[in-house]
Nanobody
Framework: QVQLVESGGGSVQGGGSLRLSCAASRSTSGIYCMAWFRQAPGKEREVVASISPYGTRKYADSVQGRFTISKDNAKDTLDLQMNSLKIEDTAMYYC????????????????WGQGTQVTVSS
C-alpha cells in the first residue's frame, strides 16, 4: 500500500506555469504505475499523464507538449510541471497509483491523494 499527498495547486493566469508535487509514503520505482488525473465540474475524471514502473511516460493529447510528468525516486515524489496553462486546464488534480502496468482509467487505480485545485484565468 502507498499513501499519497498532493501539493502545489493554485490560481494562475493563462500562459502561466505551475508545478504540482505528490509525496508517496514509500518507493514506487519498479512497482507502481503513477499518474496525474484531473476532473472539472460536470466532466469525467481523465488521465493527464502517467509514468510506468520503469519510466515510460504518456500524456493526454490535450496537454502534450505543455505538461511534463517526472519522478524523483530518491525522494519518493511525483511531479507535474504545467506550462502554457489554458483556461481549459482548470480542474481538481489528483495523484494516483496502480500496481504494475499503467491503464488509462481512474477505476484501475487503487491509491489516491486528496487532490489539489488548479484554476487558470484569462
Amino acid at each position: 500500500q502507498v499513501q499519497l499527498v498532493e501539493s502545489g495547486g493554485g490560481s494562475v493566469q493563462g500562459g502561466g506555469s505551475l508545478r504540482l508535487s505528490c509525496a508517496a509514503s514509500r518507493s514506487t520505482s519498479g512497482i507502481y504505475c503513477m499518474a496525474w488525473f484531473r476532473q472539472a465540474p460536470g466532466k469525467e475524471r481523465e488521465v493527464v499523464a502517467s509514468i510506468s514502473p520503469y519510466g515510460t511516460r504518456k500524456y493526454a493529447d490535450s496537454v502534450q507538449g505543455r505538461f511534463t510528468i517526472s519522478k524523483d525516486n530518491a525522494k519518493d515524489t511525483l511531479d507535474l510541471q504545467m506550462n502554457s496553462l489554458k483556461i481549459e486546464d482548470t480542474a481538481m488534480y489528483y495523484c494516483a497509483a496502480k500496481f504494475d502496468a499503467c491503464y488509462p482509467s481512474h477505476r484501475a487505480f487503487a491509491y489516491w491523494g486528496q487532490g489539489t485545485q488548479v484554476t487558470v484565468s484569462s
